[in-house]
């Protein structure tokens, strides 16, 4: 069970938007504390996607954008590619554990 | 360009021990936190502890306290895990990721390493 919740899966055609929620508790998103998303291809390690509730590194499309409000937070991608097919966390600070603490992910279909 | 290359992994009988170096490169290793994190097969993220930049600032979740330490040396920039009592449930891929910042404040992870297998079976 894990502190922030996502749902198991989403799926979208390709050029559709489709969006990811990640709900938390008064202890974590409540609390202030900012949202972060991570983009997990297949085979591969965690990649940061977005940081501080809404921004991109250098180098990821504009496509993927993400919000936050009150004890929840949101991934929207835009105009879906088959690349994008991945598993997606959200992560954010637990003051209740004093630790880091992720969504269970979700796996995201491009049909 | 930003590396982060762990090694140290394998098989390991429950209640034994492995430690997890994490080599890194392209960047001033010492300015930065540093982090571990877990991924069980087939399971999600999860943290597992953190050091400062200068080492002297230690965290970890509550499922490794007192079982695993984390250590850093600045000189070799080499982030380590000395994982003690091993459990089955403590089989997963670790990843080193680093912070954005010198002090740990359990922010975002801004590059992750490869990652490592470490299997606790008897």
């Known amino acids: 069970q894990s502190v922030l919740t996502q749902p198991p899966s989403v799926s979208g055609a390709p050029g559709q938007r489709v969006t990811i929620s990640c709900t938390g508790s008064s202890s974590n998103i409540g609390a202030g504390h900012d949202v972060h998303w991570y983009q997990q291809l297949p085979g591969t390690a965690p990649k940061l996607l977005i940081y501080?509730?809404?921004n991109r590194p250098s180098g990821v499309p504009d496509r993927f954008s993400g919000s936050k409000s009150g004890t929840s937070a949101s991934l929207a991608i835009t105009g879906l590619q088959a690349e994008d097919e991945a598993d997606y966390y959200c992560q954010s600070y637990d003051s209740r554990l004093s630790a880091a603490v992720f969504g269970g992910g979700t796996q995201l279909t491009v049909l | 360009e930003v590396q982060l290359l762990e090694s140290g992994g394998g098989l390991v009988q429950p209640g034994g021990s492995l430690r997890l170096p994490c080599a890194a490169s392209?960047?001033?290793?010492?300015?930065?936190?540093m982090s571990w994190v877990r991924q069980a097969p087939g399971k999600g993220l999860e943290w597992v502890s953190a050091i400062s930049g200068s080492g002297g600032s230690t965290y970890y979740a509550d499922f490794v306290k007192g079982r695993f330490t984390i250590s850093r040396d600045n000189s070799k920039n080499t982030l380590y895990l000395q994982m003690n009592s091993l459990r089955t449930e403590d089989t997963a891929v670790y990843y080193c990721?680093?912070?954005?910042?010198?002090?740990?404040?359990?922010?975002?992870?801004?590059?992750w390493g490869q990652g490592t297998l470490v299997t606790v079976s008897s």
């Open positions: 392209g960047f001033t290793f010492s300015s930065y936190a």
């Open positions: 501080v509730n809404s």
């Open positions: 990721a680093k912070d954005p910042t010198r002090g740990y404040s359990g922010s975002y992870l801004d590059y």
